[in-house]
């Protein structure tokens, strides 16, 4: 399955909001931040004018993923490149175990270019065991 433009966590603000909002979980090559979004949206202030959103939030079952390779944890823009690469593929490949209404952060460390994809994978599998199941499961 491929990931459509909706599932990438893009905005500054998101990647900012699974980091503090979220919890952790070390797969050692790699961390992996994760945060259970609300179902619900939140009301309207009272008296407020309906604004149109600039930024609609997400569906509520949709599972949103980015992917975090920095310069000091990784290296150079190669090094980065495949080791966002890796990490990506083995996500898509398993997007399914991922709990609903979830948005994901993995995090690269320099080892995940030097372990084998079945490590990558085990480990990945493995965190998505620990995920909280989606709310109202």
């Known amino acids: 399955m491929r990931f459509r433009r ?3 966590l893009r905005r500054q603000g998101d990647f900012k909001a699974v980091r503090e909002q ?3 979980i070390d797969c ?16 309207p202030a009272e008296g407020a004018a309906a604004k149109p959103a600039l930024f609609a939030p997400p ?21 980065r490149n495949r080791a966002r690469r890796r990490l990506r593929a083995i996500v898509r ?21 030097r372990w084998e994809n079945r490590e ?5 599998i493995g965190a998505c065991r620990k995920l909280p199941p989606a709310k109202g499961a």
């Open 120 to 124: 990558l994978t085990e480990k990945f």
């Open 28 to 43: 050692g090559a790699y961390t992996i931040w994760y945060r259970v979004r609300d179902t619900v949206a939140p009301a």
């Open 22 to 24: 979220g919890r952790r």
């Open 93 to 113: 490949e398993h997007q399914l175990l991922i709990p609903p209404g979830t948005d994901l952060l993995v995090v690269a460390r320099q080892a995940v270019n």
């Open 6 to 8: 909706e599932q990438h």
């Open 59 to 79: 569906p509520p079952n949709l599972v949103r993923v980015g992917f975090v390779a920095s310069i000091a944890a990784v290296g150079p823009a190669v090094q």
